[in-house]
């Protein structure tokens, strides 16, 4: 059974940043990517950034400059440093994990940019 445990999530100001990081544990082979999706109320899941098991990465041009993603291959982690964060940025925030022929997603954490 594969877990994907998600930590970081929170209330900041606007201009702040929040660093999210994902741990993925179980029977895992062959990861693909792993990365980071959000929904906003009342809208569709959106994909926030992506980084492959060879170190390319994706990301949405909403937060190009501003959130960079990382990963850890021997310790199936994935972290999001999200910076300058606005109010627009708030949502649940998933993880994502894809192997060979499987994806996989985490609960969620609650990701609110507010004054």
């Known amino acids: 059974q594969v877990q994907l445990m998600e930590s970081g999530g929170g209330l900041v100001q606007p201009g702040g940043s929040l660093r999210l990081s994902c741990t993925a544990s179980?029977?895992?082979?062959?990861?693909?990517?792993m990365g980071w999706y959000r929904q906003a109320p009342g809208k569709e899941r959106e994909l926030v950034a992506t980084?492959?098991?060879?170190?390319?990465?994706k990301s949405a041009d909403s937060v190009k400059g501003r959130f960079t993603i990382s990963g850890d291959n021997a310790k199936n982690t994935v972290v999001l440093q999200m910076n300058t964060l606005k109010p627009e940025d708030t949502g649940v925030y998933y993880c994502?994990?894809?192997?060979?022929?499987?994806?996989?997603w985490g609960q969620g954490t609650q990701v609110t940019v507010s004054s």
């Open positions: 994502r994990m894809e192997t060979l022929g499987y994806g996989y």
């Open positions: 179980g029977s895992i082979f062959s990861i693909v990517t």
């Open positions: 980084i492959t098991s060879g170190g390319s990465t």
